[in-house]
C-alpha cells in the first residue's frame, strides 16, 4: 500500500506561481502513474495532470497545460506539480493519486491541499 502526502499548497495573487510536492512512503512506485486532481468548491474532482513513474510520461489536462508542469525525484520518492500562471479558477484542493502503470483507477488519495488564487 502506498501512502501519499500533498504539501505545498497557500494563497497567491493572479499570475503567481506555486509548487505542490506528493510525497510517497510504503512501496516502490515503479508500477505506477501519479496523477494530481483538483477540486473546486461546489464542483467534481477533475484530473490536471499525472506522471509514469518508472517511464517519466506525462500528460496534462487542456486546463493546465503549458502552465502546469508535473516531475518526480525518484531520490526523494516526490512528485510536484509546479503551477505557474495562476489564475482564480484554479483555485481548490489539490490531490495526488496513484493507479497502475498500465491502467485502471486513481486510488490512495492524499489528503489534499489548499490552493487559493485571489484576483
Known amino acids: 500500500q502506498v501512502q501519499l502526502v500533498e504539501s505545498g499548497g497557500g494563497s497567491v495573487q493572479a499570475g503567481g506561481s506555486l509548487r505542490l510536492s506528493c510525497a510517497a512512503s510504503?512501496?516502490?512506485?515503479?508500477?505506477?502513474?501519479i496523477g494530481w486532481f483538483r477540486q473546486a468548491p461546489g464542483k467534481a474532482r477533475e484530473f490536471a495532470a499525472h506522471?509514469?513513474?518508472?517511464?517519466?510520461?506525462?500528460y496534462y489536462a487542456d486546463s493546465v497545460k503549458g502552465r502546469f508542469t508535473i516531475s518526480r525525484d525518484n531520490a526523494k520518492n516526490t512528485v510536484y506539480l509546479q503551477m505557474n500562471s495562476l489564475n482564480p479558477a484554479d483555485t481548490g484542493v489539490y490531490y495526488c493519486?496513484?493507479?497502475?502503470?498500465?491502467?485502471?483507477?486513481?486510488?490512495?488519495w492524499g489528503q489534499g491541499t489548499q490552493v487559493t488564487v485571489t484576483s
Open positions: 493519486a496513484t493507479r497502475p502503470l498500465l491502467g485502471g483507477v486513481f486510488g490512495n
Open positions: 506522471i509514469g513513474w518508472s517511464t517519466g510520461y506525462t
Open positions: 510504503g512501496r516502490s512506485l515503479s508500477s505506477y502513474a
